[in-house]
């Protein structure tokens, strides 16, 4: 993983690269069902309340301590380009969905190559406080855990499809 912090521009940008084909990367990057099992480092938990992926759609979910304390954000998508790229708005929030500005703007991209997909994310902050207080809370720590665990998510669901084949399902 490549994790890239540009103060000057306000932007981080993060580069993996997955041993799965990219429909199924992308379908854990856009169905709740499957966020909801990477997308928080452990011990957290995501869970997601609202889910609507389309242009002018958003997610509202919670990052859920082992205490069961709530931290709610909300992503609102604003362009979607199937299986290749999407870009969404990011806010932290309150429960009832008020957001916390100032945000930042997200634009994933997946490309695929011999079966490998790489995720390339840019994140630009509307502030440089708020990419210092990013950093300062463990971000890069933090996104490294969560995108373990989707590595391990992607293991699962490619065995669980080849074993599904193999059956004649």
Not at 16 to 26: I, K, S, T
Not at 129 to 156: A, D, N, S
């Amino acid at each position: 993983m490549e994790f890239i912090v540009n103060k000057e521009t306000k932007t981080v940008t993060i580069t993996a690269e997955f041993d799965a084909e990219r429909d199924l990367v992308w379908d854990a990057y856009t169905k709740p069902e499957l966020l909801d099992r990477w997308w928080a480092p452990k011990p957290f938990l995501s869970r997601t309340k609202i889910m609507d992926f389309k242009v002018g759609g958003r997610r509202f979910y919670a990052m859920v301590t082992p205490e069961g304390q709530e931290r709610w954000a909300v992503q609102k998508y604003t362009s979607i380009t199937p299986k290749t790229n999407f870009k969404l708005f990011n806010a932290f929030a309150d429960e009832n969905e008020n957001l916390e500005l100032p945000g930042s703007d997200w634009d994933l991209n997946f490309t695929e190559q011999d079966g490998k997909t790489t995720v390339h994310v840019s994140i630009y902050n509307e502030s440089l406080e708020r990419l210092e207080r990013m950093i300062e809370m463990g971000f890069k720590e933090g996104f490294t855990m969560t995108l373990g665990q989707l590595k391990e998510l992607l293991v699962t669901l490619t065995l669980t499809s080849a074993a599904r084949q193999g059956e004649g399902l």
